[in-house]
Nanobody
Framework: QVQLVESGGGLVQAGGSLRLSCAAS????????MGWYRQAPGKQRELIAA???????TYDDSAQGRFTISGDVAKSTVYLQMYSLQPEDTAVYYC?????????WGQGTQVTVSL
């Protein structure tokens, strides 16, 4: 079992920045990759960014150039630095951990971007 705890969400004005953090505990040796998803009201959960155990990163087009994922999968911590936030970035952001057996999710942290 892997437990994930996110922090760092909140309310920010358009153009502002936020940094999300995620820490995993439990069977962290089984984690192959970690990532950030988000889910806006009425929409499906979507992958924003991910990082693998070798440090490779991938981004959704909506995050490319504005968001940066960092961290260390081996140390089971991951961060999402978000710049130039826009109202359309408003969503619940979830941390995820991928293992060979299953995926795990955090409880989510709300990010709200106002005009």
């Amino acid at each position: 079992q892997v437990q994930l705890v996110e922090s760092g969400g909140g309310l920010v004005q358009a153009g502002g920045s936020l940094r999300l953090s995620c820490a995993a505990s439990g069977s962290i040796f089984s984690i192959n990759a970690m990532g950030w998803y988000r889910q806006a009201p009425g929409k499906q959960r979507e992958l924003i960014a991910a990082i693998t155990s070798d440090g490779s990163t991938t981004y959704d087009d909506s995050a490319q150039g504005r968001f940066t994922i960092s961290g260390d999968v081996a140390k089971s911590t991951v961060y999402l630095q978000m710049y130039s936030l826009q109202p359309e970035d408003t969503a619940v952001y979830y941390c995820a951990a991928v293992t060979s057996g299953r995926d795990y999710w955090g409880q989510g942290t709300q990010v709200t971007v106002s005009l």
